[in-house]
């Protein structure tokens, strides 16, 4: 697996769904106070509870609802989260719950209406194609939504300055980050934090929403490094510092046998076990190899380029189409499945 891990834009839209849904009462549903400018820093924002006063819609979020449709939100939402299950629908039957979209487009267009972003039409193109190329066949599918290709990352680009409020990091310009934002509070534009500052634990809701997994970087809460253990920025991490996740060490550095090393992922044709490989490598029998295509065998669902590890009726497990979750590594001592095996898709005709 590579560090980011190929599935986590999924698990971040889990985490938007639920977060939102708390039991806040409906205030005042304008964005007023968005994007307005203030001399204070975060810091003492944070300080005074000002972000609790931003209005919360019924939904108990800082996004209004009955915001009128933005086109450019409803077609950017539709290629992210509508067309994946769509497709997916047609391979492996069943319906496509539009919720995902919906809300996408309800935040995103909120933020466009407010004029705090910018989003160009040939910018929405590009993703929208590529997404549609990502998603031709079936042999992508998997329980999990699929990665969203290059061109649909970074789309926005903030216009808020420093101590503007805001609602998301992508509001802010530059590498400013929306200090003290959550799914129900309002933040504040501030540079990235020095040592001692917290970090690591926003949710960032419209980030999520447009699967940016580039925020962290493009809008890093601290200069230098943040720590996922005490949640607070300091310097990054010096090689040979003691760490449990490449997470725990520098950006450039990896954690190795429990210490921080800079020693680089591996190319192809070198040797992997404790050094993982490169994206889009995988370990096979010592070495780092190219990832496993449809029908070649695997052993997890990070061998495969695309699609999921299915075990076939023959017991061999391949790269394939995979509609449903399968727990296929806790089988029984008797090689019983405890779980039911993904279900084989579906194909219309002249797909294959």
């Not at 998603?135 to 939504?145: I, K, M």
């Not at 490449?246 to 591996?266: D, F, I, M, T, Y």
């Not at 490989?277 to 995988?282: I, P, T």
Request: charge should be neutral.
């Amino acid at each position: 697996m590579t560090r980011t891990g190929k599935r986590l834009p999924f698990c971040a839209a889990v985490v938007a769904m639920l977060l939102p849904a708390t039991g806040c009462r409906s205030r005042d549903p304008s964005p007023q106070g968005v994007g307005t400018s203030s001399t204070r820093d975060a810091g003492a924002l944070q300080a005074e509870g000002s972000s609790s006063l931003a209005p919360i819609d019924g939904l108990g979020t800082i996004y209004p609802q009955g915001a009128p449709p933005h086109p450019l939100a409803i077609r950017l939402c539709e290629a992210l989260h509508a067309l994946p299950l769509r497709r997916k629908a047609e391979c492996c039957g069943g319906g496509a719950a539009p919720f995902l979209a919906t809300e996408c487009a309800r935040v995103l267009g909120a933020t466009l209406h407010a004029k705090t972003v910018e989003l160009e039409e040939a910018s929405v193109d590009r993703c929208a194609s590529a997404m549609a190329d990502a998603l031709a066949g079936c042999d992508w599918v998997t329980p999990s939504a699929p990665p969203v290709p290059e061109s649909c990352q970074q789309l926005l680009r903030g216009k808020l300055q420093r101590g503007s409020v805001c609602r998301s990091s992508l509001e802010c310009a530059g590498d400013m980050h929306c200090e003290g934002v959550s799914p129900t509070k309002t933040g504040m534009c501030a540079p990235p934090g020095g040592e001692g500052a917290g970090c690591g634990t926003h949710v960032d809701v419209l980030a999520t929403y447009v699967a940016d997994r580039h925020l962290a970087t493009s809008h890093p809460f601290c200069a230098d490094h943040c720590s996922l253990a005490a949640h607070r920025c300091g310097p990054s991490p010096e090689a040979g510092a003691a760490c449990r996740a490449h997470v725990n060490c520098a950006r450039s550095q990896l954690c190795l046998e429990g210490r921080c090393s800079a020693a680089a992922p591996g190319g192809r044709g070198a040797p992997c076990g404790a050094v993982p490989c490169s994206d889009g490598l995988r370990c096979l029998e010592g070495k780092c190899a190219p990832g496993a295509s449809s029908g070649e065998s695997c052993t997890s669902d990070a061998d495969c380029t695309t699609g999921g590890c299915v075990r076939g009726s023959d017991g061999r497990a391949r790269c394939g189409p995979q509609c449903s979750a399968s727990l296929d590594a806790l089988r029984g001592g008797d090689g019983g499945i405890t779980l039911r095996l993904p279900v084989a898709p579906r194909y219309d005709s002249g797909q294959r």
